[in-house]
């Protein structure tokens, strides 16, 4: 009788252990969300944090990551492709990964209904904040994105420094017109018919309104402390080492709060993987929301 009384109780323990866990644990949801300027339904996942659904937390709002995709991707492929689910457990904010398709975050020169940017900018954000217990100012949204996302957050972080205070880019393709006409049989040649249809023929005025490096150079002084925080990271084996280092330069030369880590890797899901940890404990930390767990720091090359 005692042996099976204490069988009991511990399967009741593991119970509760497990009902624990599992209210402990991250949900996501996954919004269809139908876009009057894109004419067309652009899913976006949520990850929402542990204590977001819990009683008595009704009241609480949480600051917003939003995390883009790269080219060729799509909305779903962060949660997919890497651990990010996991990794979100550590952190009191919800996570958005909406659909960029392969328009570069940019409202096209060609293609009239491809209003990226606009989409992002003027039905995304306040969607999501109609929906959920966001932090509806600066303090409280954090952007950031692989390959053509890296450079959709920068940008972003660029052109509305009012809307964000942390902006980060992994593995960044941040130059892509200039490189793209410039190298024809280089790594960039596969971003030129997507180039070519978001920002034009070389003389597109959409070209110079969208191109990065021009932007942070014409940047007036006086509007530079305003800007968030950047953080870039590329991997040394990655094609696209060379415009992020290029970046950072630019970073330093304007006098731009950023961090630019190089590391060892490639252009790949395992790098985006390891990188966005980082990126999480970055922007948890900007947002001024400590992580459940504090990960040892990367050994990297930084450049301030």
Request: proline share 5%.
């Amino acid at each position: 009788m005692k042996r099976r009384a204490s069988a009991l109780l511990l399967i009741l323990l593991l119970s509760l252990v497990a009902y624990g866990q599992d209210t402990l644990s991250v949900s996501v949801e996954t919004v269809q969300f139908r876009s009057k300027l894109v004419g067309a339904t652009l899913p976006y996942s949520v990850v929402l944090p542990s204590t977001y659904k819990i009683a008595g937390h009704g009241s609480l709002r949480y600051p917003v990551l939003y995390l883009l995709h790269g080219l060729a991707g799509h909305y779903d492929n962060w949660l997919s492709k890497t651990k990010l689910k996991d990794y979100a457990a550590a952190y009191q904010m919800i996570i958005v990964t909406p659909e960029g398709n392969d328009g570069w975050y940019t409202d096209s020169a060609t293609v009239p209904t491809d209003k990226y940017e606009s989409y992002i900018m003027e039905e995304l954000i306040p969607d999501v904040e109609s929906r959920y217990r966001t932090i509806r100012e600066r303090e409280g949204r954090a952007v950031a994105g692989l390959s053509m996302g890296g450079y959709g957050a920068l940008k972003f972080g660029v052109k509305y420094p009012e809307k964000f205070i942390f902006a980060a880019s992994i593995s960044g393709a941040l130059d892509p017109t200039v490189r793209s006409d410039a190298n024809p049989r280089n790594i960039w040649s596969f971003l030129r018919a997507s180039v070519m249809q978001t920002f034009g023929a070389p003389d597109n005025p959409v070209r110079a309104a969208n191109d990065l490096q021009k932007l942070v150079r014409d940047l007036p002084s006086q509007q530079i402390a305003s800007l968030p925080f950047f953080y870039l990271d590329c991997g040394t084996e990655d094609g696209f080492i060379t415009t992020n280092r290029e970046m950072a330069t630019i970073f330093l030369e304007r006098k731009i709060r950023h961090e630019f880590r190089e590391l060892p890797g490639t252009h790949s899901w395992a790098y985006w993987d390891s990188q966005v940890q980082e990126v999480l404990k970055l922007a948890a930390r900007k947002m001024g929301h400590a992580t459940a767990e504090s990960k040892p720091a990367l050994r990297t090359v930084t450049i301030y």
